[in-house]
């Protein structure tokens, strides 16, 4: 019998399941070794159809997108209960993703930014007489394992063909590594980096360059060149793809299984790397990095030691 | 803030020079306000960002780190990389609305014993100030409100 | 939830974890005593909030933050943001840089619009509207056309999808935008695989043209279909056009016509605001835009209104032509045979898509055949303090517009960020009601019904996706209908593989 | 003996929190401590006891490791700089490897420095319980072993150095003595008897030198300095600085010839070693017994080296020799030992700091080190103590604790004045049958024969004031006082205050660290004390040791000390350099780093993190690899690198993220 495979989406963009069609033509093996139960973007499945199946019924349950609403928690959990290996798919499940940054400010102040003073969209909103109702948003966005507990993670923003392949095949062959993985390789991104022998062995940054500053050399390590790169901060498995369109790696595969707090290690190592010692010229150097926040943890706030900003809210 | 709040710091000191400092405001007998717990490391090198943001996460109202003075580390330039780090996290520490005066960094050498006394009181006078550190409370609200 | 203690349980009904996945393109109908419909809402339940958490990133990030709105057309974000920096900075990329954005972009646009048109669109006319439920998808497509071509449709696809990540970096969440330029040069040999791909683009797309004529405009009863009045309206028109106000996607003014077809504003993008502006009602997160002049007057089409409509029907009724030759006779035979211009009929959005993606093509030809295409020259160093941008492009569902405001250190102080389904929305919401009305008399609601309904909805190729996380066309919807005292009478929903359920 | 490796089983941890007499228990609860962990999660026993460093204290820990099979400890007592290493030993001989171990400070970090005894119980809970969350995370470590190079440094060649070289020398170590003067003797030469016993330091000194000049096992180099120093513990690579002599000293037989020779016939230029008394010539010898006994040139005042001008009379007189070279250059020797031992010394306190006393204003106020030359038979005067005047003091007063036990210049008792002082009060009358007035403020003779020496002045009628001086003027108030000088204090016994005219005073200058003892501090990688003074690894426990493994201190540079605690402390430091070259080796601390090589993406971010060059790059398998034996623990590189790929033992991620935790996590 196939094994039973969901698919669902909590707060993402849909980039994920992009990846998944953009297996193309390898897609299909895969989607005919097993009996796919539950895929709102593609199948006529419900709710109540997956409240009826028996727990743990589903195999192994693909969640991206991090949670962010009430809806989606409890979707979460229900898809928990339902399937006996639940997967994290896609830096916004795993880390938050880029709605994590969200998680510098608060629901009200997202509202009063996109509406102003005027009308603001009602959670429960009578229209002439009409009883309509809409969603909360949550103010803190939680990665999915902060909100039910996952078995393993496909990192990636989104995860490239090559590990979603891999990861479906780990599925289907039981050739799974201990619960609680990442399904990628647990090395930095630089193994792969095409430039990774331009990086210098006695690396001293005397300054930091912004992108519109500098031309980024096409061959040498962009680290090297100044560029905050995160590459030997964040897990292998994409391929490298963001150097090879000649721009620094910005973490989307998070960390390796050494690092805890993705951010915290990256802008670590990033201030270690430094030359300048006097203070005055530190700071100075720093300036470059004029956001730390969105450089360190562009898609990890979420699952960070601090999770979100600290607040009134 | 309650009046009798007493703030937590975790205190991250180096082996050699503000350790010892530590262990000499003891034989001296020089008494400070018992606020600040000790975490030692060989050196304020080996102090990652992690901890830092660990402590907090875990309610330190500030955190401390002691080095040897720019120039005396025992290992030559630990401490330096130990500044650097500092003066980066002090910048995403502001824009997590952590107040920058939560987290210190002193350099502190063997021979100053009573510099330790100055600094943790000071520290906890400021932190007394500024009242407990915000703690991550309104997460579990959302959560509740889906339990309901 | 909140909501159900202010609402008694019949609320529940509606909430569907299909439209709840979806999260989106909830639809609530609601009947008068005598069965009629007398108000049908569209519903998007979610706000992303990247106006605002995007405030404190640096402005160069920008491009690589915004492509998450959509994974679905994230060149198309990515583009608007990187135009919106060369404001900001005020630096126009080189003539090179220039050139390979366009080829990326318009090698996404002939992607998208095939993505559409087989997998999404497609259905309603190649396997035909009142076909089985169950045939009603991509794979009654490829049973219709044949494995052979649909093994064509996905290999094509790659291909050019490859070609993005090849300048991009990725497809999905491309890299390569900065202020004044591209980040990385072309070389040869990858200007030679896009002028090589480009040529199969080119027959691609006639080919699929040719799909559409056998399949629909051979069909008087589609034909008839599409001009049918419980799918037209008579709304006004935006779009952007080159100087010979010919179809533009990547650079251009933007170009608002009339009901009556006639111009009635032409402006530089970044000056959008003087003639557009949102409007939020209470009952969904989208906003509408509208026309400053008429203005906002309630969700109605006519010259009165300033609902308007972008996208592919909406392109080719602002414009005067195409820039290439085919797509140029396309164009002409488009009008010609729905009766000039402009056409309000919303379900020829699926021709002009077709005659958009010739266009596409042809264009990805003559940029990848420009010597300079190859030029190493891909930057200019801003040196401008950056103060305020605006970007526009024309993503395959319409204007796509991104406007920053920065400090002098290029941290973002403010963003406004105006998606194609926005303008869409008060005409999308008119559709629905409109096919609702004209479809719908007495709590009697069959299949029928619900896939004309939708139909109308997914004409627009409504990329949710950039408000919501549906895939373009795909959106299952609910219809809940619900008797004067509010009490559901009837559900039915129309899922993506067209199969359709009563509860 | 077989270890337990801690592998085997559930984590049983045994805590043992100790009252160190009243040091801990009076001001924490240690009952409700240890009561306290006993509650918390792996803890097998709990106990508290008087006094854990004892045996009977590390019985019980031996013994519980036997009953209670427990597999990691915890002490709670006091800074393991202290006693970590006892209760590691406890632990190995218990049969549990001693990394299994964590100490908790909660003497000099809790007891000591808090009052309140509900915070300071509060705390140790703490640290107790953040000590056995990080215990639990400990793993079994062996220590390394790092060779010693038999060769020894020895840096200064004062009375301190000078012994420890020939106790070295004499145990057949090759000795490196480095002196920064022209010659060895250091201060002690200077003076011409020692107290109490007032015999010839140069009949004491001068032997000892001559002795290290000859020692086959010494290579002196004098007129020479450390300016570098790299490695560490058993291999110290140091790099001298030879100043140029012009003299070379295998070429020159020490005839002086070359001194007679000199185009300046009368010595013109102020003798430093006679502190500007006496008079020398360009070319010298510090003093006739000088070793090396050759001669210097000193450019700033040779003719030949002014002007190129003069008509080079001395190698002229050093003839067939040729030992004369005036074109000679630095020389930079490298040399490899395995420790050092550091005998700088001091300098004595510029009394021109205190002008009240007029040093430097009024010609005939002296310091101590000016009257040692002036009382030295070998001295300026040839022993005779007459003033710049020429005149014979009929009057002496000697001023006490000059820079010394003062608010305004050194707080500390520079330990040798008082005795010193009574020493010259004792020759200056036996030279002159001058009254001699002692001003002091506390009588101190605390060694071997220093009251009796103190009681024999008293007989020899040397007068002692009680009282800080408060001026010394030569404004004179009546007939008595004219054309003396008047030293006026209150004399805290007779209860008033007194003018006193004296012909000459003596200010018994203090001791103090060397000006460039910073400089010096850095180069060996150790710590001052709060005054500048090197500062020893414990002052009872090591008081030799410095907190750098293999680097010794003797003498003065440690702190003030008369000549037989210097002489004794040379020894023994001598002897902890003994100790670790006849071992063959230091065993390290296991703190060391390394690779997990299977996460290890070969970015290099860890290789500039050290200082010692540790960490290479593997080309063939792309990796960092970290020399354990080059690795000093300092964890920075762990810090840095941005994988987590980098483990330090006993420091590790795991281990300190529990500790942190342990600490928030209220109980």
Same mark, same amino acid.
């Given at each position: 019998m196939k094994p039973k495979v969901a698919f669902y989406w909590c707060a993402s963009c849909g980039g994920c399941e992009e990846a998944v069609l953009d297996l193309a033509e390898d897609v299909l093996p895969v989607l005919e070794a097993v009996d796919i139960v539950f895929w709102p973007v593609a199948l006529d499945f419900k709710e109540h159809d997956v409240e009826a199946m028996a727990d743990a019924s589903i195999d192994v349950a693909f969640v991206n997108g991090a949670v962010r609403t009430t809806e989606q928690l409890r979707m979460a959990r229900l898809m928990r209960r339902k399937s006996r290996f639940v997967v994290g798919f896609g830096a916004c499940a795993q880390q938050g993703g880029i709605p994590g940054l969200s998680n510098l400010t608060t629901a009200a102040a997202t509202m009063q930014e996109a509406y102003g003073e005027g009308t603001k969209p009602q959670t429960n909103c009578p229209v002439n007489g009409y009883a309509l109702d809409l969603p909360t948003l949550f103010d803190t966005v939680l990665p999915l394992d902060r909100a039910i507990p996952v078995d393993y993670n496909v990192p990636g923003c989104p995860p490239s063909p090559k590990i979603i392949a891999a990861a479906l095949q780990a599925f289907l062959s039981g050739t799974l590594p201990e619960p609680g993985s990442v399904l990628a390789p647990d090395r930095a991104m630089c193994e792969e980096c095409p430039r990774t022998d331009s990086h210098p062995n006695e690396l001293r940054l005397e300054h930091f360059h912004r992108v519109p500053e500098i031309v980024i050399d096409p061959e040498m390590c962009i680290l090297a060149q100044g560029v905050p790169c995160l590459g030997p901060s964040t897990r292998a498995g994409c391929g490298a793809r963001c150097i090879n369109g000649n721009m620094p790696c910005t973490g989307c595969f998070g960390p390796t299984s050494k690092v805890r707090d993705y951010g915290a290690k990256a802008l670590c190592s990033i201030a270690s790397v430094m030359g300048c010692n006097d203070p005055a010229e530190i700071d100075a150097a720093l300036e470059e990095i004029a956001d730390p926040a969105g450089t360190f943890y562009r898609y990890s706030l979420a699952s960070s030691f601090l999770e979100r900003k600290r607040m009134e809210i | 803030m309650p009046e009798d709040f007493e703030p937590r710091i975790v205190a991250f000191f180096c082996n050699w020079c503000t350790y010892l400092a530590a262990d000499l405001a003891g034989t001296s007998r020089i008494k400070y306000l018992p606020n600040a717990e000790v975490v030692r490391v060989m050196c304020s090198g080996r102090i990652d960002v992690q901890f830092v943001l660990k402590a907090f996460a875990k309610g330190a109202d500030g955190v401390l780190i002691g080095g040897c003075h720019p120039g005396d580390c025992h290992y030559q330039e630990g401490n330096y990389k130990c500044l650097r780090r500092f003066r980066l996290v002090q910048r995403l520490l502001k824009q997590m609305g952590i107040e920058q005066e939560r987290l210190r960094l002193e350099w502190i050498s063997a021979a100053e014993g009573d510099r330790v006394r100055v600094v943790i009181n000071d520290m906890v006078q400021t932190l007394k100030r500024l009242g407990p550190a915000p703690k991550l409370v309104e997460q579990a609200a959302d959560l509740t409100e889906v339990n309901a | 939830m909140a909501t159900q203690t202010a609402v008694p349980t019949k609320r529940r009904i509606t909430i569907d974890p299909i439209t709840r996945l979806e999260g989106h393109g909830r639809i609530e109908i609601f009947l008068d005593d005598a069965g009629h419909v007398e108000r049908a809402f569209f519903q998007v339940p979610e706000l992303r909030g990247f106006e605002k958490f995007v405030q404190g990133r640096q402005a160069e990030d920008m491009p690589q933050i915004t492509s998450r709105i959509c994974g679905v057309c994230p060149m198309a974000h990515h583009m608007a943001s990187t135009k919106a920096l060369d404001g900001l900075y005020q630096t126009p990329p080189p003539p090179a840089a220039r050139k390979i954005r366009e080829l990326v972009y318009h090698t996404f646009m002939t992607e998208d619009h095939a993505l559409h048109f087989y997998f999404l669109g497609g259905p309603d006319f190649v396997v035909g509207p009142r076909a089985p439920a169950a045939e009603r998808n991509i794979l009654g497509v490829i049973a219709r056309v044949g494995k052979e071509t649909a093994g064509r449709v996905i290999a094509m696809r790659r291909k050019l999808r490859e070609l993005i990540a090849i300048a991009a970096g990725k497809a999905i969440h491309p890299v390569f935008g900065v202020p004044g330029g591209v980040a990385k040069a072309l070389n040869a040999e990858q200007a030679g695989q896009f002028r090589a791909v480009a040529e199969e683009a080119v027959e691609f797309a006639r080919f699929s043209l040719d799909i559409f004529d056998k399949a629909v405009l051979s069909n008087s009863a589609y034909v008839d279909l599409i001009c049918s009045d419980a799918f037209t309206h008579k709304t006004y028109y935006m779009g952007m056009v080159d100087d010979r106000n010919r179809v533009a996607f990547y650079d251009g003014a933007l170009r608002v016509v009339g009901p009556d077809g006639k111009e009635c504003a032409r402006f530089r993008p970044e000056q959008y605001a003087d003639y557009i502006e949102e409007h939020a009602e209470p009952w969904t997160y989208m906003k509408f835009c509208h026309l400053k002049t008429p203005g906002w007057n309630g969700l109605a089409d006519g010259p009165e209104s300033g609902i308007y409509s972008v996208a592919p029907l909406a392109r080719l009724n602002v414009s005067d032509g195409m820039a290439t030759p085919l797509a140029q006779e396309a164009y002409q035979r488009y009008f010609a045979t729905l009766g000039g211009k402009p056409v309000h009929h919303t379900l020829?959005?699926?021709?002009?898509?077709?005659?958009?993606?010739?266009?596409?093509?042809?264009?990805?030809?003559e940029l990848a055949a420009d010597p300079e295409i190859a030029d190493p020259r891909v930057r200019t160093i801003p040196t401008h303090a950056p103060r305020e941008g605006v970007g526009v492009v024309e993503a395959p569902r319409g204007t796509l517009i991104h406007h920053y405001r920065s400090d002098g250190r290029g941290i973002v102080t403010k963003a406004t960020l105006i998606v194609a389904t926005q303008h869409n929305a008060g005409r999308i919401a008119l559709s629905v009601e409109k096919a609702a009305r004209s479809l719908i008399s007495g709590p009697v609601v069959d299949e029928g019904v619900l896939n004309m309904v939708e139909m109308a909805f997914r004409a627009y190729d409504p990329c949710l996706g950039c408000a919501t996380h549906a895939l373009p066309g795909s959106i299952p919807l609910a219809v809940c209908v619900h008797g004067r005292d509010g009490a559901v009478v009837a559900t039915l929903r129309r899922d993506a593989d067209g199969s359709v359920h009563r509860e | 003996m077989s270890e337990n490796n801690g592998s085997n089983g559930a984590v049983r941890i045994g805590v043992y929190t100790c009252h160190c007499g009243a040091n801990i228990a009076a001001t924490v609860d240690v009952k409700a401590v240890a009561e306290y962990a006993r509650s918390l999660p792996n803890v097998a026993v709990s106990r508290e006891y008087k006094y854990m460093c004892s045996d009977p204290g590390q019985d019980l820990i031996r013994q519980d490791i036997r009953d209670h099979q427990l597999n990691r400890v915890v002490v709670a007592s006091c800074s393991p700089h202290l006693h970590e290493h006892t209760f590691r030993t406890a632990l190995k001989v218990g049969g549990l490897n001693p990394f299994f171990f964590h100490m908790v400070n909660i003497r000099e970090q809790a007891s000591w420095v808090h009052e309140n005894k509900i915070h300071a119980t509060r705390k140790a809970k703490d640290l107790v319980r953040a000590a056995v969350r990080r215990v639990a995370r400990h793993e079994a470590l062996e220590r390394g072993r790092v060779a010693i190079h038999p060769d020894v440094l020895v840096v200064g060649g004062g009375i301190a150095g000078i012994h420890a070289a020939l106790t070295l020398a004499n145990a057949g170590k090759h000795v490196f003595l480095v002196e920064r003067e022209a010659t060895i003797g250091g201060h002690m030469a200077k003076f011409d008897k020692t107290f109490p016993t007032l015999d010839c330091a140069a009949c004491i000194l001068t032997p000892k030198m001559s002795a290290v000049r000859a020692h086959p096992n010494?290579?002196?180099?004098?007129?020479?300095?450390?300016?570098?120093?790299?490695?560490?513990?058993?291999?110290?690579?140091?790099?001298?600085?030879?100043?140029?002599?012009?003299?070379?000293?295998?070429?020159?037989?020490?005839?002086?010839?070359?001194?007679?020779?000199?185009?300046?016939?009368?010595?013109?230029?102020?003798?430093?070693?006679?502190?500007?008394?006496?008079?020398?010539?360009?070319?010298?010898?510090?003093?006739?017994?000088?070793?090396?006994?050759?001669?210097?040139?000193?450019?700033?005042?040779?003719?030949?080296?002014?002007?190129?001008?003069?008509?080079?009379?001395?190698?002229?007189?050093?003839?067939?020799?040729?030992?004369?070279?005036?074109?000679?250059?630095?020389?930079?020797?490298?040399?490899?030992?395995?420790?050092?031992?550091?005998?700088?010394?001091?300098?004595?306190?510029?009394?021109?700091?205190?002008?009240?006393?007029?040093?430097?204003?009024?010609?005939?106020?002296?310091?101590?080190?000016?009257?040692?030359?002036?009382?030295?038979?070998?001295?300026?005067?040839?022993?005779?103590?007459?003033?710049?005047?020429?005149?014979?003091?009929?009057?002496?007063?000697?001023?006490?604790?000059?820079?010394?036990?003062d608010e305004r210049t050194n707080r500390w008792c520079s330990r040798v004045c008082c005795m010193y002082s009574l020493k010259l009060a004792h020759l200056i009358k036996e030279h002159t049958g001058a009254e001699i007035f002692n001003f002091y403020i506390d009588m101190r003779t605390p060694g071997k024969g220093f009251e009796e020496f103190y009681q024999k002045l008293l007989s020899e009628r040397v007068h002692f004031v009680r009282g800080r001086v408060a001026e010394v003027t030569d404004w004179a108030l009546q007939p008595s006082e004219e054309g003396k000088l008047v030293i006026q204090v209150e004399d805290t016994l007779a209860g008033f205050v007194r003018r006193i005219p004296v012909d000459m005073v003596v200010l018994a200058t203090g001791l103090?660290?060397?000006?460039?003892?910073?400089?010096?501090?850095?180069?060996?990688?150790?710590?001052?004390?709060?005054?500048?003074?090197?500062?020893?690894?414990?002052?009872?426990?090591?008081?030799?040791?410095?907190?750098?493994?293999?680097?010794?201190?003797?003498?003065?540079?440690?702190?003030?000390?008369?000549?037989?605690?210097?002489?004794?402390? =040379?020894?023994? !430091?001598? %002897?902890?350099?003994?100790? &670790?070259? +006849?071992?063959?080796?230091?065993?390290? #601390?296991?703190?060391?780093?390394?690779?997990?090589?299977?996460?290890?993406?070969?970015?290099k971010t860890c290789i500039p993190m050290c200082p010692y060059h540790a960490i290479s790059f593997m080309l063939d398998i792309h990796k960092s690899h970290i020399n354990e034996a080059l690795c000093k623990g300092c964890g920075t590189c762990v810090? =840095?690198?941005? !994988?987590? %790929?980098?483990?330090?033992? &006993?420091? +590790?991620?795991?281990?300190?993220?529990? #500790?942190?935790?342990?600490?928030?996590?209220?109980?």
């Open positions: - | - | 020829a959005n699926h021709w002009a898509r077709l005659i958009e993606m010739l266009y596409a093509a042809e264009r990805m030809r | 010494i290579t002196l180099w004098t007129y020479a300095e450390v300016t570098q120093v790299d490695g560490f513990v058993g291999s110290y690579k140091v790099t001298v600085n030879r100043r140029p002599r012009y003299v070379d000293e295998d070429l020159c037989a020490g005839c002086l010839d070359c001194i007679e020779a000199c185009v300046y016939k009368q010595a013109k230029v102020p003798d430093e070693f006679n502190m500007n008394l006496g008079k020398r010539k360009p070319i010298y010898v510090p003093f006739p017994q000088a070793v090396p006994l050759v001669p210097v040139i000193d450019p700033e005042t040779c003719i030949q080296f002014k002007s190129g001008k003069c008509k080079k009379t001395c190698v002229d007189a050093c003839g067939e020799r040729h030992a004369i070279n005036l074109r000679a250059e630095a020389k930079q020797e490298t040399i490899e030992v395995g420790t050092v031992i550091l005998s700088t010394g001091f300098q004595t306190f510029d009394a021109a700091r205190t002008p009240e006393y007029g040093y430097g204003v009024h010609p005939n106020v002296y310091t101590a080190l000016e009257v040692e030359r002036l009382v030295n038979a070998s001295g300026p005067t040839n022993g005779e103590v007459v003033m710049r005047d020429g005149k014979t003091p009929g009057a002496v007063g000697i001023i006490h604790c000059v820079g010394s036990r103090e660290p060397h000006a460039d003892a910073q400089e010096v501090r850095r180069m060996f990688n150790i710590t001052c004390a709060r005054e500048g003074f090197f500062l020893e690894r414990h002052p009872k426990l090591a008081p030799v040791n410095t907190f750098t493994d293999g680097i010794f201190l003797a003498g003065c540079c440690q702190g003030p000390k008369d000549i037989p605690d210097t002489v004794a402390q =040379a020894g023994a !430091a001598a %002897a902890e350099a003994m100790a &670790l070259i +006849d071992a063959g080796y230091v065993e390290t #601390e296991p703190n060391t780093a390394h690779v997990m090589e299977e996460v290890c993406a070969g970015c810090a =840095a690198c941005p !994988a987590g %790929a980098i483990k330090q033992n &006993l420091f +590790d991620d795991d281990e300190i993220f529990e #500790e942190i935790e342990g600490i928030l996590t209220n109980a």
